[in-house]
Every structure is written in structure tokens, then in C-alpha cells.
């Protein structure tokens, strides 16, 4: 159960269009998993549409142009995925339809997934177009494997997967981190994390990941700088460990 979600502040960012798009792109991937995010940024993109309108309208803004800023706002909200299989397709908009059927039709399988020693998962839909840009598997310490993912001029995202029992050792964060888990669970002294889950850490905060369950741990990673072990022998990693996820 997904009990870690972006604040309130960066899903209204999200909806701004105000975060870096490294961030954003973190965002968007929770909401892929989390219908309650998913929901509050529908409701947000709708409550802002209105505000534009209303704008327009008071400062007598040409027609035209609140047309256009609609159509704009209309292809942000048709572009968030929909984790509610259930729902009516009916009520979507024309828009909607066309879009999730464009998507469904055009990407099989390969292109949804990734896969390590023999596993494949399955990646939300956000991250389907990072695939590609995804680099090969590579052995870190422990049972700990990393797969860069090249986000352009955005800089590096990494998938991180920790086998059972894998752990990083204890460090702190100089920069920020943001973390989804995408499948598995693991936990780091302070919490214990889900599928779904959005973590975000900064400064302070000293932790050790450590994926529990027999299946592994599989999590997308963005760090701005690299992470500083706190702890015996670990501390000489320290040169090294921009290669690791936190
Ligand atoms: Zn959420």
C-alpha cells in the first residue's frame, strides 16, 4: 500500500508546471501508480483552467487566445495516465480516449518493461519513454545492481535494484533525493517502503536501505549530488559514490 506521496506544494508545482522537469518527471511517475495523486492533480489542473477562464474573461483577453491557453490545459490533463481501470471511459474526454487508445495500440510489451537476471518489470507508464535511454545493468556492491537512465540535459536518473537482503550502507545526503519505488519493499531505519511509494530526502537524515523481502527491491532514483557515507568501512567508498543511489 502506497503510504509515501509527493507534499500537497510539489503536486501543485507539478501542475504549474513550475518544478524542474527531472522532478516532474518523478511526479508524474507516482501518479501513474497513486489514484489518490492522480485525483488531486485533476481536481488542481481543473480549479487553475477555471482561474485561467476567469482571467481571461475579466481582463476581455481575445477569444482566441483563451481557446488556445485551454487547449494547452486540456492536453495537460489528457495526458495523465489513468491507474482506475474501472472508470467509466465514457466520462473521459474524446481527447482521453484517443490518446490512452494511441498508447495502448502502439507499445507492446518491450516497451513497457525492464528486465534484470531474468525478471521483468513492468515500469509506469511515465518512464515508458526512458526505456530506451535506459544504459545496461552493473554490479555494485552487495547485491546492490544500478542501470543509468540518461534524462538529457536534465542530467542522470538510476534504476537501483537491491536483491533480498542487498542494503547500501549507512550515508547521509549533501543534496536532495527523490526516490519511487517501483516494485518490492524495502526499508532504511527510519521507514519501511512500498510499491508506489514517492521518498524524498535532504540534508540531515542519516539511513540505511535494506530490501527485506525475498523478491527484492526495484526503485528509480534522482540524486543532485553525490551521497556521503557515514560509517567504517564504507566511509571509503565515499569517492566513489556518485555510482551509488543514496
Ligand atoms: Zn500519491
Known amino acids: ?36 495523486c492522480q485525483r488531486f ?3 488542481e489542473t481543473e480549479s487553475l483552467a477555471a482561474q485561467m ?7 476581455a483577453v481575445d477569444a482566441g487566445d483563451v481557446a488556445f491557453q485551454f487547449g494547452d490545459m486540456l492536453s495537460q490533463i489528457t495526458q495523465l495516465p489513468s491507474t482506475n481501470n474501472n472508470r467509466s471511459e465514457s466520462n473521459q474526454p474524446l481527447e482521453y480516449r484517443e490518446l ?10 518491450g516497451c513497457r518493461t525492464i528486465e534484470l537476471d531474468g525478471r521483468t518489470f513492468t515500469l509506469p507508464r511515465t518512464l515508458h519513454r526512458y526505456i530506451d535511454k535506459t544504459g545496461n545493468w552493473s554490479s555494485l556492491v552487495g547485491k546492490l545492481w544500478q542501470a543509468p537512465v540518461d534524462l538529457g540535459n536534465q542530467g542522470v536518473a538510476n534504476f537501483i535494484f537491491m536483491g ?14 527523490y526516490t519511487l519505488v517501483i516494485d518490492g519493499e524495502f526499508s532504511d531505519g527510519l521507514s ?3 510499491t508506489g511509494d514517492f521518498i524524498f530526502m535532504d540534508g540531515e537524515k542519516t539511513h540505511t536501505p535494506k530490501a527485506e523481502g525475498k523478491e527484492g527491491c526495484l526503485v528509480f532514483s534522482i540524486v543532485d549530488q553525490p551521497l556521503h557515507f557515514t560509517s567504517g568501512l564504507a566511509r571509503l567508498l565515499n569517492p566513489f559514490s556518485h555510482l551509488f543511489f543514496r
Open 1 to 36: 500500500m502506497i503510504r509515501f506521496h509527493p507534499s500537497a506544494h510539489q503536486l501543485k508545482e507539478f501542475v504549474e508546471g513550475t518544478q524542474s522537469p527531472a522532478i516532474s518527471l518523478m511526479v508524474s511517475a507516482h501518479c501513474d501508480m497513486c489514484e489518490k
Open 41 to 43: 492533480v485533476e481536481i
Open 53 to 59: 477562464v476567469s482571467t481571461a474573461n475579466d481582463s
Open 100 to 109: 490512452a487508445r494511441n498508447i495502448d495500440e502502439h507499445e507492446h510489451v
Open 164 to 177: 533480498s537482503g542487498g542494503s547500501v550502507p549507512e550515508h547521509t545526503h549533501r543534496g536532495t533525493e
Open 192 to 194: 519501511r517502503y512500498d
